[in-house]
């Protein structure tokens, strides 16, 4: 075929430069014959990124696909063009390329090089959702102020730093990634919230920070003010507030109407209130029925000497004027009062009550009630705000009996926020030298926080390593920066110096759904991450393992080695020896 005689398609494609997720966006498809040939059997096909999914378009697709047209055979000078309709999802990457390629051949049915053209598109985050519109937006003030955004109406906010006080008017639901992924700071501006002349309001997953109300009207409820008729708050942190009353939450304020509702697995901390530092329920409303429970209120303040008010109550918990509060399942601890000289309560004051009830729950300095207690709840780290509970805390188990324990938990629910899920293993250890290892995969693989159970009965913890050939150790008698290891996971094998007579070491962590382990040339000290008992040989299979020695005190160097048949169990360390460099993986 003469080369100047043929056919040349071209197409090309067009579309905006720049979308949103959750946007319907469209590109024009054209094309075109620039040769002096018939093209033959033309087809195009569009190939959309990930996240961009066909709706419709001018001309059908092809009935077997949505992305392919097949438009037959196109003379010289030939064109034609269509559109096409597309959604933006959620996961549809920063920037997006979507292809057209022109597929036809020459008379003799011989394909012609294939064509194409790029379109890309930058896609533009907007983090905030009305799911029952369907529509994004940048703020929240924006989704609530929106007018398709009505009553029943719930929007999720994603992950982020959103700074703007939030006024909420109407009965919706607001939705966060969770505690410390979704962030509201008022920057002390104004309260983070403020929900009033609802009917009902339900707000989870945030943490609000940096609220202030100082007046002269409605200073109060530097975190939070609700003023709903029917109110939910699960699963939030109020920190870092002031106002005159309620620094964190303020709950009513004359309201007209009854309120009734619930504060749930929240953290509420550091904030400042005349009254209240933390909460204050009541604030002349007669019409209140509250329940808080399985909360944490800790390090809040009341201030005697606030200049608006000549004393003040409730470090933590302040109740004013109600009909019914219910406090259950929470900590309250660590609160205070400043220039406490009338010796008001720190932690919880109740003035002129309908019905108050406080069961169950870690109070300092303590109160009357059913099931109370007060000890210290051996958070895992309060200073970084982590207000897990440890595995030796007084408050496992020791929630309301009647409460249904969540999935994962222990035969009783847990006082406080974090309901302690995790599972746990006792290992017997021998006054001197034990080789064990950790079952579990650990919450926190720090040595104090492994070893709690046993703290105070051991001295010295020795590990190897196999890359370097050189024996790591930590001792209690030095201090931390002469010690080589300050952590402990649930891939390796650890000798321990026991210093009492029959010492058990209770293991709390997660199950791994497996374990990767690697093996060096040579000897490996290694753990046994599983609940399930196996032989040698049929834990080691394929990992070309010649020797496996065990603990047995009864030896002189604690060490012996072990056959095939040797069952490995939780709790036990192993020295493990390989002939090649491998990766043992445990899943089982």
């Known amino acids: 075929m003469d080369a100047t005689n043929q056919a040349l398609m071209r197409v090309y494609i067009n579309g905006p430069s720049t979308a949103f997720k959750g946007s319907q966006i469209q590109f ?11 093209a033959y059997n033309v087809h195009l096909d569009v190939t959309y990124p990930t996240g961009i999914s066909y709706i419709n378009s001018t001309i059908p697709p092809d ?33 997006i390329v979507t292809r057209v390629t022109g597929y036809y051949d020459n008379s003799a049915g011989v394909p012609y090089p294939p064509t194409e053209c790029i379109k890309v598109t930058q896609i533009l985050y907007r983090p905030v959702r009305n799911i029952d519109t369907g529509d994004f937006f940048n703020t929240i003030m924006e989704a609530i102020d ?60 945030f943490t609000f920070i940096n ?62 209130a005349g009254r209240g530092g933390g909460i204050l329920i009541g604030e002349y409303d007669f019409h209140i029925k509250a329940l808080l429970k399985n909360c944490v ?44 000289s009338l010796k008001v309560a720190d932690q919880v004051e109740v003035i002129q009550p309908t019905s108050f009830y406080l069961n169950y729950s870690n109070i300092q300095d303590g109160y009357n009630g059913t099931g109370n207690i007060d000890q210290d709840p051996m958070f895992v ?49 021998e006054l001197g030298w034990n080789l064990v290892s950790l079952p579990f995969e650990q919450y926190d693989e720090s040595i104090d926080y492994v070893l709690q159970t046993i703290d105070g009965k051991w001295d010295i913890i020795q590990t190897y ?22 952590v402990l996971n649930h891939s390796q094998g650890f000798w321990i110096h026991v210093t009492g007579m029959n010492v058990t070491l209770t293991i709390a962590g997660y199950e791994p759904s497996f374990t990767s382990i690697p093996l060096y040339t040579g000897w490996n000290l290694v753990s046994y991450p599983s609940r399930l008992n196996e032989t040698v040989a049929n834990a080691l299979w394929g990992t070309g393992a010649d020797k ?38 445990v899943d089982w």
């Open 211 to 272: 609220g202030g109300e100082f007046g002269p009207a409605y200073a109060i409820g530097g975190g939070m003010l609700i003023m709903s008729e029917y109110f939910e708050i699960k699963n939030c942190k109020i920190s870092n507030c002031l106002a005159l009353d309620g620094g964190g939450i303020c709950i009513g304020d004359d309201l007209e109407a009854d309120s009734t509702g619930i504060i749930e697995d929240c953290i509420i901390l550091n904030n400042q």
């Open 381 to 429: 780290d309060p200073n970084t705000e982590d207000y897990h509970l440890r595995l030796s805390s007084p408050c496992i188990d020791a929630g309301d009996p009647n409460d249904t324990v969540p999935t994962g938990g222990g035969s009783r629910i847990d006082m406080g926020m974090y309901e302690f899920d995790q599972l746990v293993y006792d290992i017997p250890l």
């Open 548 to 585: 496996v020695m065990v603990c047995d005190t009864s030896e002189p160097y604690h060490i012996k080695e072990v056959g095939p048949t040797y069952v490995m169990g939780p709790g036990e360390g192993y020295w493990v020896h390989v002939l090649a460099d491998t990766v043992w993986t």
């Open 28 to 38: 024009q498809v054209s094309y075109l014959n620039d040769g002096n040939e018939t």
């Open 297 to 340: 209120i800790v390090n809040n303040t009341a201030n005697l000497s606030n200049p608006f008010y000549t004393w003040g109550f409730g470090g933590g918990l302040g109740t004013l004027f109600f009909e019914s509060v219910s406090v259950r399942n929470c900590i309250i601890r660590d609160n205070y009062i400043w220039n406490n």
């Open 465 to 486: 390593d196999s890359v370097s050939g050189v024996w790591m150790s930590h001792s209690t008698f030095k201090p931390d920066r002469l010690n080589d290891i300050n």
């Open 146 to 205: 929106d007018t398709n955004t009505t009553d029943g109406h719930t929007i999720v906010v994603d992950a982020g730093i959103y700074y703007e006080k939030v006024v909420i008017d109407k009965s919706i639901t607001l939705i966060g990634a969770g505690i410390d992924k979704t962030i509201v700071d008022a920057q002390y501006l104004s309260r983070c919230i403020w929900a009033h002349d609802t009917t009902s309001i339900y707000i989870d997953g």
């Open 63 to 95: 009935n077997s696909t949505d992305n392919t047209w097949t438009l037959g055979d196109i003379i010289p000078g030939g064109s034609g063009s269509f559109s096409i309709d597309v959604f933006v999802g959620n996961n549809t990457p920063g920037t």
